[in-house]
């Protein structure tokens, strides 16, 4: 009887033992402690502040990355390319095409006022035309293509499902590679060619002050061969696509550029205080994001450039299509570049 006694007690005695083992463990773990009256992570605190900062320790791998245990910089990259950049991107995007919508509704496409002539002039030759459309078309494959890398696991997937959307953005992948290239050429051709026509004036002012003529009927501001609006559209795409050429290298051949931290340096030495010490990493995730912004904003611009050049305005795709554009079009649009024609064509005789 008494050894029936004294297990029952030992049984009693070991599950209260092993409660208070269990409690005292779930307390301490919600503590930051472990089991085991072991300090775990607040034993060396310094420790995991340093590497929760993201610097790097020693690894015996050959990819200096894989000495980073936390890149703490991946989840801000993270949540402002899914965060703003997604979405102000894509109000920019909505909002021009709604802008253009109504501006269509209420000014309606813009004519020739005095009527389609029955004579051309030469606007753009065949090498002008060439450099247009390897630029814009190149343009438009790698926006399409960009886009899907940014919005199209949203549309793609519920549509194509997931195989079908990783077998576009594979292709659209290399598309993008490849093309980019096109894009560069043309972007350095058409530089060459028309630099000398978009330098700004005094001109420019008075054709911004009237507002191109585009919104009044009637009104047509003095310009060359290129008015003010049509330099602003160069110099963003040059600026622009050079930029965004440089961060899209920079991703084809990642981890091999410092173009932030170099170009931090610069702004360094006339005032600013920006940051220059950056890992390869960051640099990418620095390259990326502006790669999204600087692509984006381009754009939301070439959308308007599209309309105002088809059908926005009556006689304007002709100049890059066949390069001859109507004389009452040009007259009206660019009055100061067709006397500047005549003149070549019919010099005044020598006094």
Not at 13 to 34: C, D, H, N, R, Y
Not at 273 to 294: A, C, K, R, S, Y
């Amino acid at each position: 009887m008494f050894q029936k006694y004294l297990s029952v007690i030992t049984i009693l005695m070991a599950l209260l033992i092993g409660s208070f083992g269990v409690v005292s463990s779930s307390v301490a773990q919600t503590k930051g402690e472990v089991p085991g009256s072991a300090l775990g992570i607040k034993s060396d605190s310094d420790l995991w502040r340093y590497v929760r900062t993201g610097n790097a320790g020693t690894s015996q791998m050959k990819d200096e990355l894989a000495a980073v245990m936390i890149q703490s910089e991946g989840d801000n990259w993270r949540a402002f390319r899914n965060g703003p950049l997604s979405s102000y991107g894509a109000y920019g995007l909505a909002i021009i095409v709604a802008l253009l919508v109504v501006f269509y509704a209420v000014r309606g496409r813009i004519k020739i006022e005095a009527g389609p002539s029955k004579e051309k002039i030469l606007r753009f030759g065949t090498i002008d035309r060439f450099a247009h459309w390897l630029m814009a078309g190149s343009f438009v494959i790698l926006g399409i293509t960009g886009l899907n890398l940014l919005y199209g696991r949203y549309v793609f997937i519920p549509i194509f499902g997931k195989e079908g959307f990783a077998t576009i953005t594979a292709f659209g992948k290399l598309a993008h590679n490849y093309l980019a290239f096109a894009f560069m050429a043309g972007l350095g051709l058409s530089f060459v060619l028309w630099v000398r026509h978009n330098i700004p004036s005094k001109l420019d002012l008075k054709w911004l002050a009237m507002g191109g003529g585009i919104f009044v009927k009637g009104v047509h501001p003095p310009a060359r061969k290129f008015n003010a609006g049509q330099k602003i559209i160069f110099w963003a795409v040059m600026i622009g696509g050079l930029s965004v050429s440089m961060s899209g290298i920079a991703l084809m051949f990642p981890f091999q550029t410092s173009m932030f931290s170099e170009t931090f340096a610069m702004l360094n030495l006339v005032g600013f205080n920006l940051p220059t010490d950056f890992t390869v990493l960051q640099e990418q995730q620095m390259n990326q994001l502006w790669h999204g912004i600087v692509s984006l904003a381009l754009m939301t611009m070439i959308i308007a450039h599209i309309y105002i050049g088809s059908v926005g305005m009556e006689g304007a795709l002709d100049a890059m299509n066949t390069g001859m554009v109507d004389r009452n079009w040009a007259k009206e649009h660019h009055n100061l570049w067709v006397e500047e024609e005549d003149q070549k064509a019919s010099p005044k005789p020598a006094e």
